[in-house]
């Protein structure tokens, strides 16, 4: 169908704006204001003259239009609501979405039935694009298509701007110096976080976390409402994280503040939680490194205490020259049953590095690929983990101290 042919079929159904004409045809004259295709489109005899009509910069019409219902002319009050809103933010990328009065879209599609979709752009884009990008130029902030700050939303009913304030992201790595704090918040057992005498009223199994240790200080430094903490892994609540670290992600959720010193943040925590928790290397992330994080298996080196009354120092050197990149199957351990599917994994240790310590301790040092239970590696767990210290010294091995030591990368 030519541009003309179209045109006078979409106006013999109702008086349209430059804009709303232009956008039945605009994305065949992409480089150019859709409000100046619509009047160039509008005084073209033939399909040829629109180039020439689009060079003359003729004037725009804001006619009394059925599709938008004069949205186009409510912009410049628009623009003043939204960089209203904007003052009250600390941001630097922003992006622009917009909720229409009811019917305006059904018209739209109506008419596209009639003159197609080939070469048109829907309302809501165009009305999102013009805006950002004008906004854009008078808040010198700028425009995020996928990890803004801030969501923008204009409704033309209400007259009213919505704001979704997204969430900081923040990298880092954690040790955990001391035993007996897990890395995220439990839920008491008893009272499943409503609060009870077990608990005393916090509704928690522990008291103090990885998690909130870290995110108290960021929360009240960027005036977030909550926060979320995404570790790669996590360890035994008994269990020290040492080494450099162990990855994870603080996200804070809807901050008021975005624009942080994080070396002063991270001295911050670090200071609230000595002795306790130590972090570093703060910077800048994203939910994109979030579900990287989540999703990369990598290994790990652990360094455990083991238990086993009459070992010798022939059975040290029996577990270091069987395990190296021995294969492991491990059943879902009895401790983790109520919590995870009972499920046979295979397992790879790279390497047992075990030492002698007297007639009752040895010391290993092992490399094993993500997600090994090593308290099971070690005691066997009633034949639930095969190959394993216990089965292959044919002494019962208990792990009396456990530290992962490396988590690599």
């Excluded at 021995?326 to 599917?341: E, N």
Aim: aromatic residues 6%; hydrophobic residues 35%; glycine residues 6%.
């Amino acid at each position: 169908m030519k541009f003309t042919e179209a045109r006078d079929i979409a106006l013999n159904k109702g008086e349209l704006c430059d804009h709303c004409l232009g956008r039945l045809v605009s994305l065949a004259f992409k480089g150019n204001a859709v409000e100046q295709v619509g009047a160039a489109l509008r005084v073209s005899k033939k399909d040829s003259d629109i180039p020439k009509n689009l060079k003359k910069k003729l004037k725009i019409q804001e006619k009394k239009c059925s599709l938008c219902g004069g949205l186009f002319a409510k912009n410049k009050k628009v623009m003043a609501l939204v960089l209203k809103r904007m003052k009250e933010q600390e941001f630097e990328t922003f992006l622009m979405g917009c909720k229409l009065p009811e019917g305006v879209q059904e018209h739209e599609e109506f008419v596209w039935t009639l003159v197609g979709t080939d070469n048109a752009e829907p309302i809501k884009r165009e009305i999102n694009r013009t805006l950002g990008k004008a906004l854009e130029k008078k808040s010198k902030k700028r425009v995020d298509f996928d990890n803004p700050d801030v969501i923008f939303t204009v409704d033309y009913e209400e007259d009213s701007v919505g704001v979704q304030i997204n969430s900081l992201f923040i990298y880092g790595k954690y040790r955990k110096l001391i035993r007996g704090i897990p890395q995220t918040k439990w839920p008491c057992r008893e009272c499943h976080g409503r609060g009870c005498k077990r608990c005393g009223g916090t509704g928690k199994m522990y008291q103090e976390t990885v998690e909130e240790l870290v995110a108290e200080k960021a929360i009240k430094e960027t005036h977030a409402v909550a926060s979320k903490f995404h570790g790669k892994g996590r360890e035994d609540i008994d269990a020290l994280m040492l080494g450099d670290g162990r990855p994870f992600v603080l996200e804070l959720v809807a901050p008021k503040k975005r624009i942080v010193d994080l070396k002063k943040l991270e001295k911050k925590i670090n200071a609230f939680t000595k002795g306790k928790v130590e972090i570093s290397g703060f910077r800048l992330s994203s939910m994109n490194e979030v579900r990287e994080l989540k999703s990369a298996e990598s290994e790990k080196v652990y360094e455990c205490i083991v238990e086993c009354k009459g070992v010798t120092k022939a059975d040290v050197d029996l577990i270091n020259k069987t395990f190296i990149n021995a294969h492991l199957l491990q059943r879902t351990p009895t401790r983790v049953a109520h919590r995870r599917s009972d499920l046979v994994r295979k397992k790879v240790i790279k390497s047992v590095k075990a030492v002698l310590i007297d007639k009752a301790h040895f010391k290993a040092v092992i490399e094993a690929s993500s997600g090994t239970y090593i308290k099971e590696l070690v005691s066997g767990d009633n034949s639930r983990t095969k190959p394993s210290f216990t089965e292959l010294l044919g002494k019962p091995c208990a792990c009396v101290e456990l530290n992962v030591v490396e988590v690599r990368e």
